[in-house]
């Protein structure tokens, strides 16, 4: 069985880290092997979103259990559609906790254990169990406007996303990263082909050190990474017909219009209730986000071509 476990570190005797969609690591376990993969969440800094961009990459993961500290609605949503069972509570080492799980200590969770923007209130976890300091966490938001900085943030388009490196995303979504440093900006809105070349460094061009340039060049690679993400997605959404997109509760819409002047796609209208037009939404999450009744949700539909 595949499972993923929030921790503060890289390594399976790190601690379960208790947010989920802003840890610093999550780690992707094959509980019969205990081999691991881990992955740097690349969406710890953004403005909004983190849970639900979290939970759609635990989705492409392939995993199919969550273990973690706390899980919020819009995160436990995602995770309902793609049908995958979430444990709430879990604490200690991430070694132990895997134990646990498969020993039958742990029962899923009916529903989310906090509200939304938890993650954004609650304070970071202390430094990782092993000592071992993570690297700058890269900002992710939904869409596709990408800055690099020396301060390895990356702030991704179409939502509010704020990373850690000083520079502009100069792309045709809405990103925007702070830090120090060199920032290049590269960008497409959502669902758009992906025609940008990868950055080029010239070798030991404006960087400090070897080290800055090891960084930059890791950023790079996870930033063609991601793109490699969005491709695949797409590709799987044209294939099957379905692709996620905003769905509105017309019970909690109070029809303020906040998701119509955030939709970077412009595929929302108000007629005393919000109104989503399913071939335009790109699935960003910018208006889940934003919305301040908490009354949309991402859901998978078939969209007829």
């Not at 742990?106 to 939304?116: I, K, L, M, R, T």
């Not at 990868?198 to 793109?227: H, I, N, T, W, Y």
């Amino acid at each position: 069985m595949k499972i993923a476990v929030t921790s503060t570190g890289p390594t399976l005797d790190d601690n379960v880290e208790a947010r989920f969609g802003r840890c610093a690591c999550f780690l992707i376990i094959d509980t019969d092997t205990m081999k691991y993969e881990a992955i740097e969440n690349p969406n710890i800094a953004l403005g909004g979103g983190a849970g639900i961009q979290s939970a759609q990459l635990m989705s492409e993961k392939g995993v199919t259990v969550v273990l973690t500290g706390n899980c919020g609605p819009n995160a436990f949503a995602v995770f309902g559609q793609a049908g995958i069972q979430v444990v709430v509570g879990v604490s200690g080492a991430v070694r132990s906790a895997v134990e646990q799980f498969k020993a039958g200590a742990f029962s899923s969770a009916s529903g989310p254990n906090v509200a939304s923007h938890f993650g954004m209130n609650a304070a970071a976890p202390n430094p990782t169990a092993t000592g071992q300091p993570m690297t700058s966490p890269m900002g992710q938001g939904p869409g596709s406007g990408m800055v690099l900085g020396l301060g390895g943030g990356r702030g991704m388009g179409g939502g509010r996303g704020m990373g850690k490196g000083m520079g502009r995303g100069g792309g045709m979504g809405r990103g925007m990263g702070r830090g120090g440093g060199i920032g290049r900006g590269m960008g497409m809105p959502t669902g758009a082909p992906l025609t940008s070349p990868p950055v080029d460094f010239p070798q030991g061009a404006g960087f400090q050190s070897r080290e800055q340039e090891l960084a930059a060049l890791k950023q790079q690679v996870e930033l063609l990474e991601q793109q490699k993400r969005q491709i695949n997605k797409r590709i799987a959404e044209f294939e099957s017909g379905r692709k996620a997109v905003a769905v509105v509760d017309s019970g909690k819409c109070a029809g303020c219009g906040i998701c119509v002047d955030v939709c970077p796609a412009g595929a929302i209208e108000v007629n005393e209730r919000a109104v989503v037009n399913v071939k335009a939404c790109t699935g960003c999450a910018v208006c889940v986000s934003e919305c301040p009744n908490e009354a949309i949700i991402l859901a998978q539909k078939k969209v007829d071509k």
